[in-house]
Nanobody, 122 residues
Framework: QVQLVESGGGSVQAGGSLRLSCVASSYTLNTYYMGWFRQAPGQEREGVADISNNGRITYASSVKGRFTISRDNAKKTLYLQMDSLKPEDTAMYFC????????????????WGQGTQVTVSS
């Protein structure tokens, strides 16, 4: 059973920064696409960024230039550095993984974490 565990969420003022981490339970995921999604109350889930096993990266236009996704395969860990945060970035952030690109995705990712809350106040 593959598990993804996120951490690093919290509350921050607009303009601040947070770094999310996602630790995978298996080195198998080192060959997978991994990424971050978010969902705010009453809104649809949105793909934020994904990264392939060889480092190809895709960002949503809403976060490009402010967020940076990276992965450390030796540590089985995915990161999301979030800078210049805005109140509209407030959401539950989920780590995800699959064998195909997540953004844009042809299907919902196969593996999901439990989520970590990010709240940005104005």
């Amino acid at each position: 059973q593959v598990q993804l565990v996120e951490s690093g969420g919290g509350s921050v003022q607009a303009g601040g920064s947070l770094r999310l981490s996602c630790v995978a339970s298996s080195y198998t995921l080192n060959t997978y696409y991994m990424g971050w999604f978010r969902q705010a109350p009453g809104q649809e889930r949105e793909g934020v960024a994904d990264i392939s096993n060889n480092g190809r990266i895709t960002y949503a236009s809403s976060v490009k230039g402010r967020f940076t996704i990276s992965r450390d395969n030796a540590k089985k860990t995915l990161y999301l550095q979030m800078d210049s945060l805005k109140p509209e970035d407030t959401a539950m952030y989920f780590c995800a993984a699959d064998t195909v690109p997540l953004i844009p995705g042809r299907r919902p990712p196969r593996y999901w974490g439990q989520g970590t809350q990010v709240t940005v106040s104005s």
